[in-house]
């Protein structure tokens, strides 16, 4: 941890003595301290776009990892359906999320729905294929052992699947974090009526790097506290992983 | 009971049938199925094509403009492939490197971290102010969503070979070298392999994102265009393709990991 500091704080550092000592133009790089400065100046709006897009990442990974989840239970509670459904949500899945972007604008409209819905989308196929491949990681003598001492489906369901799937279930969560702070940019860069990927979009149409750069920053600093979070969260409460 | 059984064998019955005719064979019903379901779906219920328009009539829309959607599949499966294999490449053997550097590894490996939860396609604005649009600003986005992924799993692997394995070559006087492309680049090819899956799917969506910053040829462009003129037959083609993209470039790489790690094919 500390040297992960030690490290970013070097590169911020050789940063800005390459944007100063060679003099770079804005476009090609402007220096840190500009970058912080712009931020510092503009926080009122950059904190609004950034309340918009933690609001949208942040509904939309939670719808999202609980239909994942859900699903997952229900299709390995239901073999039969689950042949059918599992070849449709691997095609849909290699269907590349941001191509449905512009479905789910003209679906929804340019508000935040449209952005809640993408987030859950991409979260929820994450989510969703790990918990299932979680559900099925369990040992089948264990499934023996308590079908012979007269469990049934929902128990082992309850006492054997779900605790062996909670492991990858929030490795797939963790991933899914960055995830849905990139998606939710990219669909607010689409069309949106504000958030930081609105911001930054604005700012390339204007040719203003400063602005771009500290969007960055600000979307960076969030995606990493939201990994950092749910990371923190992990470690803390699947600890017997 | 019977069907209880079954829970635990799904997941294996994917893999069950090796051969690589099944394998095609199945695709093509599972494909032949879903396209039959769509069409039905749509005309028996009367879903309107504003929701989902029928698949004969957006095939047709691709077969009437065939030159438009071939460039843009071409262009886009330029861009995304130029910059996995880049990705793919480095991202080898960063993994070697910061496994061979514990300093390294210490030090840098922390910032790679870092940057990976930098939303890519916000920097990707910058990518394309700094190169321009060409297709080299596409291939450095796909590459940054490759490498990564690459990197983490080469060293994961390369951590898990068996010491003892690694002692017992020693002992009869291999190098390095021949440590490395011997016995433990092979041993952390599974790993390899699932970071290259996951691969497809980023570099192709980075290639598709970075089109948007105002490209003429492309999927994303088709995307992008098709969205403003709200033609929905358009969007869905778009889609269609990137799906076909998506789904072909998966299947390759999946039938290669399939090919060259033969011995274990889980996950």
Known sequence: MRRALAGLLSVFVLWEAAARGLDLPTYVLPSVTRIVQAIVDQRALLLKAAGMTVMEAVVGFGIGSLAGLLLAIVLTMLPAVRR?????????????????????????????????????????????????????????????????????????????????????????????????MIVAIVTEMLGATGGLGWTIFQAVLQIDFV???????????????????VNLLEKRYVFWR | MSETAHTGATGATGRAGTGAGAVVLRGVATVAVIALVWEGVVVAAGIKPYYLPRLSVI?????????????????????????????????????????????????????????????VIAFGAV?????????????LIAFYLTFFPVTVNTLTGLEAVDKRQVDL??????????????????????QIFVALRLACTLSLLGAIAGEWFGDTTGLGVLLLQAMYNEQFVALWAAILMAGLLGTSFYGVVAWAEHKTVFWRSEL
């Open chain 2, 169 to 190: 070559l020693r002992s009869f006087g291999a190098t390095r070298k021949q440590l490395l492309f011997q016995l433990q680049l092979p041993s952390a090819l599974p």
């Open chain 2, 59 to 119: 095939l047709s829309a691709i077969a009437a403009l065939p030159q438009a959607y071939l460039a843009g599949f071409v262009r886009t499966l330029s861009e995304t492939l130029l910059g996995y294999a880049a990705g793919a490449l480095v991202g080898v053997m960063n993994g070697v490197l910061f496994y061979r550097s514990r300093w390294l590894r210490e030090t840098v490996f922390p910032l790679f971290v870092i940057s990976q939860t930098i939303p």
């Open chain 2, 127 to 139: 990518v394309v102010l700094w190169f321009g649009n060409t297709i080299l600003a596409k291939a």
């Open chain 1, 211 to 229: 602005q771009v750069w500290a969007a960055i920053f600000v979307a960076s600093a969030i995606s990493l506290l939201f990994f950092g979070t």
């Open chain 1, 84 to 180: 059918s459904v599992l070849p449709v949500a691997t095609a849909l899945n290699s269907v590349p999320v941001v191509a449905y972007a512009p479905l789910i604008l003209l679906w929804f409209g340019m508000g935040p729905e449209s952005k809640i819905v993408m987030v859950a989308l991409a979260v929820g196929f994450t989510v969703f294929l790990h918990a299932l491949s979680g559900l099925d990681r369990v040992d089948p003598r264990a499934v023996d052992l308590m079908r012979s001492f007269g469990a049934d489906r929902a128990a082992i369901l309850w006492r054997l699947r779900l605790p062996a799937a909670i492991p990858l279930t929030a490795a797939g969560m963790r991933v899914s974090t960055v995830r849905a």
